[in-house]
C-alpha cells in the first residue's frame, strides 16, 4: 500500500458517488442509496442482480461501509441481512467496523460486532479500530472529522464524537477490540499513540531514530499538533533542531501545516525561532510569504506522506494570525508579512 494514502481516497469515491453509472433500475446508484439510507433503492439494486458488495471507484468502498461511515444503521443493518461481506476492506483496508468506530456510530458497531464483525483488522496504517477510535483527541482530529463531513455532504457532530469516544471504545475492547501491538512508531506519534511510543523508548528505541522520509518522531509528532507527544518527547531529551527534507525543522513543519497549538508549545519549550531552512527561511518567512497554488499543493502532498486529510482553507485563513505569533516571540525583530 502506497504510504501516500489517506482519507481523501474515500472522499474522492464519495463525491464521485452518484456521478458515474447510471442506474436503470433506480433513481440514486447502491452507493448513493446506501449513503442516504434509501432502502427502496437498494432493494431495486438487488432485485435487478446488483452486487451487494460491489465496490466504488477510486477507493473500494462497499455500500455497507458507506452506510457505516455515513451513520445508516437501517440501511447497515438491511445490507447485512442481504449477505454483504461484514468483512471487506477498501483498497486503504478499512472495514466497515473501522468506518463505524472511528466515526462513533455505536449502534451500527454494536450491529457488526453482533453480525461477526473481525475485530482487529488492520488498515494501511497498521490500525485496529480500536486504535483508530483512541487516537489522542487534539485540534487536528476535530479538523479532520470536520473538513472530511464536509466534502461529502455529512454533518458530523464533532462533540458528539469526542463525548462517545469513550463508549465506542470500550465496546469494542469488551468483545476482543484489541491495539496492535506492533503498530509503527512514527504513525504513532502521528496519530498520539503515547503508549506505543513509550514502550519503543523503554526497549531501546532511539528518540532520533528517522522513518524513511528521514523525519524523527518529533517532527512526525508536531506536523500532526499532537501536543501530549511533543511535550513527552522533548522532556526525553527529542532534538527540536532536527531536520529534514530542505532543512527543515518541527517548528516550521508545525508552523506551514497549521498546528497553532505546537507552534505554541515549541515555542514554550525553547524551540530557535531563527533556524533557517536550505533556501534561507525561518518558520516566520515560510508562514508570511504569498499564499500559492503550489504552496497549496505542496501542503496536499505533505498530506499524503503523512497520511493525514489537510483542511487547506483553514491553513490559508490562519496565516496572518500564525505569522504574528512567531513574530511576537521573535522579540518583534521580523519584518511585515506579505499580503
Not at 53 to 80: D, K
Not at 177 to 187: I, K, R, S, T, Y
Request: a neutral charge; glycine letters at 10%.
Amino acid at each position: 500500500m502506497n504510504k501516500g494514502a489517506t482519507l481523501a481516497t474515500l472522499v474522492v469515491s464519495l463525491i464521485f458517488v452518484g456521478c458515474g453509472e447510471k442506474s436503470p433500475v433506480a433513481s440514486v446508484d447502491i452507493w448513493t442509496a446506501a449513503k442516504n439510507g434509501d432502502i427502496a433503492a437498494l432493494e431495486k439494486h438487488m432485485a435487478a442482480g446488483k452486487d451487494i458488495n460491489v465496490a466504488a471507484r477510486p477507493g473500494g468502498e462497499t455500500p455497507l461501509m458507506i452506510a457505516a461511515l455515513t451513520g445508516q444503521l437501517e440501511a447497515a443493518q438491511w445490507l447485512v441481512g442481504k449477505g454483504a461481506d461484514i468483512n471487506a476492506a477498501n483498497r486503504e483496508r478499512h472495514t466497515a467496523l473501522h468506518y463505524a468506530t472511528f466515526f462513533c456510530y455505536r449502534d451500527i458497531v454494536a450491529m457488526l460486532i453482533e453480525n461477526k464483525a473481525e475485530m482487529n483488522p488492520l488498515n494501511y496504517r497498521g490500525e485496529t479500530p480500536l486504535d483508530s477510535v483512541t487516537r489522542t483527541w487534539n485540534p487536528s482530529l476535530r479538523e479532520l472529522y470536520s473538513l472530511v463531513g464536509g466534502l461529502i455532504g455529512t454533518k458530523f457532530d464533532v462533540d458528539q464524537i469526542k463525548r462517545v469516544r469513550p463508549e465506542v471504545a470500550e465496546l469494542i475492547r469488551k468483545n476482543g477490540g484489541e491495539h496492535n501491538p506492533e503498530l509503527d512508531v512514527f504513525v504513532a506519534a502521528r496519530t498520539g499513540h503515547l503508549a506505543v511510543i513509550e514502550k519503543y523508548l523503554a526497549a531501546g528505541g532511539h528518540i532520533e531514530a528517522r522513518d524513511p522520509l528521514n523525519h524523527t518522531l518529533l517532527i512526525n509528532a508536531a506536523s500532526l499538533g499532537q501536543t501530549e507527544v511533543i511535550e513527552f518527547l522533548i522532556k526525553k531529551g527529542a532534538d527540536m533542531g532536527a531536520t529534514y527534507g530542505d532543512g527543515a525543522t518541527a517548528l516550521h513543519g508545525a508552523a506551514v501545516l497549521g498546528r497553532r497549538e505546537a507552534v505554541e508549545l515549541l515555542i514554550k519549550k525553547g524551540a530557535n525561532l531563527s533556524l533557517k531552512t536550505d533556501k534561507g527561511q525561518t518558520a516566520f518567512d515560510m508562514v508570511s510569504a504569498t499564499w500559492t497554488r503550489d504552496l497549496e499543493t505542496q501542503i496536499g502532498s505533505a498530506g499524503q506522506v503523512l497520511q493525514h486529510l489537510f483542511d487547506t482553507v483553514k491553513i490559508k485563513q490562519g496565516r496572518p494570525e500564525m505569522a504574528a505569533l512567531l513574530r511576537q516571540h521573535m522579540g518583534g525583530q521580523a519584518a511585515a508579512p506579505k499580503p
